[in-house]
């Protein structure tokens, strides 16, 4: 994964600068909200010292409020971990559905700033396959990113896990806004590339 120019590794340094961007965004955003919080709590503490009284029922929300803003953080923390386990795994038994959530989860700022709801339908069994996790978490991005540009005007993006007679398969539904698209536009060399390595293929429309 040293060099840039193989399209494997030029995908797998843009995903993971493109994850950890956000993943550090999100976590920005929780710490600007703890501050803000914090800073409330101090000037409850300037009015007690004047003598003015304070509503229990105040201090009881912004302690949820901080709290509330703990466990997204140790969420998002969770997952980072989950995520960087992945990046030196070369091959492993993993569970598709577990990396499915997981890029869904990684992808949920994209989703919001482009107004896109991502609705993965949550399967009944374990998929387990043996393959690269990073590599295949890098291709399930890249499919997703593309679903979430052609969903369409209900910007809508399904996401379903199956067992197939070979292995296991993603699908990414409600695209309705394929149709628009170029028929070159996608998979690039960088998708090819994945799939040849992970030993996968395009059916249709990703």
Known sequence: MNDKSDPISEAAFKFFGKMTASISHEIKNVLAIINENAGLLEDYTLMAEKGKA???????????????????????????????????ESTGRVDLNETLDLVTVLSGRFAFVQGVTLDRKQPENPVKITTSPFLLQNILWLCLEFAMEVSGEEKKVGLVTEKTETGASVRFTQLNGLIARPSDRFPTEREKALLRALKARLAGAC
Do not use: H, M, Y
């Open 54 to 88: 304070i509503d229990p029922e105040r201090l009881k929300k912004l302690a949820g409020k901080v709290k509330s803003q703990v466990q997204r953080a140790d969420g998002i923390v969770k997952n980072l971990n989950k995520f960087a386990q992945t990046v030196d």
